[in-house]
């Protein structure tokens, strides 16, 4: 099948909402065509439906990434229909904020890894030959500053994203001779559906969402995914400020413990 190349591909897992769907018309009007993939297809084709009257192409594509096979529709989607793919965000994922023993060992543990974690492994391993053929692309992971500092209540989602952090350091440097950019994300707190839902117990909220300064728009970060998918940067820990927090609690361990334990835990 011949494919017209004049026009840059974006792949967005997590796209029906919040950071995903802002992504989306972002890159839309950027000029991009734009592979929607997550769960929910109503909410997938009323957003293609906005991209459209912004003069965009949209792909509708309902995946959930802890399927394997669903991932491989989704690669084989894409590249059926437009050939190739400049850029993938691996932005899907899933947070159930709760003391570990409170979190159902499927339903809260298992799943987050496998959407958070092995989801993004599997979405990559999908659309690297692809990249591999053409020398090009860019993987952009949504980690979390929860990646960088393992914080109370959220003991699985850091683990996960800890992981992932680690998974795009050392694919970026699996990938470095193949002209293939892989960077990472590492968004503090963002107001969207995604946190409000995300505490098992309301009454947690809070105290433990209750960071200084005011949280990041969604639109915040797809500008922050925009800017690392066109310059070359390993990655963004987004806002500013926390950049020395995460250094702060690298290099003193102790001190993040004393702090974190006592402001984001509610008094037993």
């Known amino acids: 099948m011949t494919h017209s190349t004049s026009l840059p591909v974006v792949v967005i897992t997590g796209a029906s909402a919040g950071i995903g769907a802002a992504a989306a018309r972002r890159f839309a009007r950027g000029g991009y065509r734009v592979a929607l993939a997550a769960r929910r297809r109503e909410r997938l084709e009323a957003l293609a439906a906005e991209l459209h009257n912004l ?11 802890s399927d394997p ?23 899907a994922g899933l947070g159930r904020f709760a003391r570990l023993e409170a979190l159902d060992p499927v339903d809260d543990i298992q799943r987050q890894i496998q959407v ?12 690297l030959p692809a990249m591999r053929a053409r020398k090009r692309g860019v993987i952009i992971n949504v980690s979390s500053v929860a990646g960088w500092v393992g914080l109370p209540l959220y003991t699985v989602y850091s683990a996960t994203k800890f992981g992932l952090r680690g998974f795009t350091e050392a694919l970026r440097r699996e990938v470095a001779r193949d002209g293939i950019r892989v960077v990472g994300l590492y968004p503090g707190p963002v107001t969207t559906e995604f946190g409000q839902q995300a505490f098992k117990d309301p009454a947690d909220r809070p105290r433990a969402a209750s960071w200084p300064g005011v949280a990041l728009r969604a639109e915040d970060v797809a500008d922050a995914l925009w800017d690392l998918a066109h310059h070359p940067r390993r990655g963004v820990v987004q806002p500013w400020w926390m950049a020395p927090l995460v250094w702060l609690n690298a290099h003193l361990n102790r001190l993040g413990d004393w702090i974190l334990s006592r402001t984001m835990l509610r008094s037993s």
């Open 55 to 65: 003069g965009a192409e949209a792909l509708v594509l309902p995946t959930d990434v």
């Open 69 to 91: 096979a669903q991932v491989a529709r989704l690669a084989d989607a894409v590249l059926q229909t437009w050939g190739y793919v400049d850029v993938l965000i691996n932005n």
């Open 116 to 127: 958070n974690l092995t989801g993004a492994i599997w979405v990559t391993r999908a659309f």
